[in-house]
């Protein structure tokens, strides 16, 4: 999605008519979200955009946010990194920017979330009018069908990625009909689609070239051989690293709720799958989150 072509061929598709008929796609940017993050290093955005309304001067950001599981702090993750855009709008003394949320989301669980922010709070109407709010798009891969994907899509690319996205969780199987369209895309963007797939599942080479051969191909590109023999430890150990971080999220919420958000950025720095077990076993011994939060694992 850092491809200006994709995200325009995705806002297209999958925002809401009301806003994607409203869009000068020709003045689409993708912003560097890198620079920001790396001033406010707790708020995260994974691709933000900046483009013009149709007819008019007017600029409006489009933020995504991708989510593989549901989280509870994704609104409040998105509301911080608008802050952030806002606080820097003030700085240039700029008009301040109006910012769509997006929630690209493929994870295997429903999401059950509330997609405005207001619905995070128990709390009378009367009082709910004055409540901070805003809604988000949610683009949730399971309630689309593949047909819908490809049509909307625009593009062979896009499709195959967000395919490949859908059925990432499932049995690897259920992989071999994408494969058809992935076998049809330039070398390039056959790579990074099998670069994502082989670090998600644990894929052996003599099951990968058995679905080339049955979506069309002889025999797979020697290109992509080469890359599967340097690449494939690689790709099973970022799954794995994923994972084990992705269980230490669930364990610190499960046991500490929404106070855990403090230490996402730490997990998400650690690179070493041995020292996330570690954190995971001090996290089920401490009683509370003082304790945790003074423990030498974060040194």
């Known amino acids: 999605m850092t491809d200006p072509e994709a ?4 806002l297209k598709g999958f925002l809401p008519k009301s806003v994607s008929e409203r869009i000068d796609y020709e003045s689409i940017k993708v912003i560097d979200t890198e620079k920001i993050n790396r001033k406010y290093k707790k708020f995260y ?20 946010e991708h989510k593989s599981y549901p989280d509870k702090l994704t609104l409040i993750q998105v509301l911080n990194y608008c802050s952030v855009v806002w606080e820097t709008c003030i ?3 700029e008009p301040l920017k ?7 989301y493929h994870g295997r669980r429903r999401f059950d979330l509330p997609t ?29 069908s593949d047909e819908e994907i490809f049509r909307a899509s625009g593009s062979l690319y896009l499709a195959a990625s967000i395919l490949a996205m859908k059925h990432i969780f499932e049995d690897f199987k259920s992989l071999k009909p994408i494969f058809r ?27 990968l070239e058995e679905i080339v051969k049955e979506a069309g191909g002889d025999t797979m590109p020697s290109l992509a051989q080469r890359w599967l023999e340097q ?13 084990a971080r992705e269980m ?27 020292k996330l077990k570690e954190i995971l076993k001090i996290i089920l011994k401490v009683q509370d989150i003082k304790e945790l939060e003074s423990s030498h694992i974060w040194n």
């Open 7 to 10: 995200v325009r061929d995705f």
């Open 45 to 64: 955005l994974d691709l933000s955009v900046e483009c013009q309304l149709s007819g008019s001067e007017s600029e409006i950001y489009i933020v995504f």
């Open 91 to 93: 700085r240039n003394k």
């Open 98 to 104: 109006p910012i769509i949320p997006v929630v690209f």
């Open 116 to 144: 405005s922010f207001s619905a995070y709070f128990d709390v009378d109407e009367a009082i709910r009018d004055y409540l901070v709010d805003f809604s988000i798009v949610l683009f949730d891969t399971s309630q689309h």
């Open 181 to 207: 369209h992935i076998m049809r895309l330039d070398r390039d963007r056959f790579l990074m689609v099998l670069e994502y797939v082989i670090m998600v599942k644990d894929i052996k080479e003599e099951e």
């Open 231 to 243: 690449g494939r430890q690689q790709g099973m150990q970022q799954g794995m690293l994923q994972e």
């Open 248 to 274: 230490v999220l669930d364990a610190l919420e499960a046991k500490f709720g929404e106070t855990s958000a403090y230490f996402k950025p730490q997990v998400a720095k650690i690179t070493d799958r041995n």
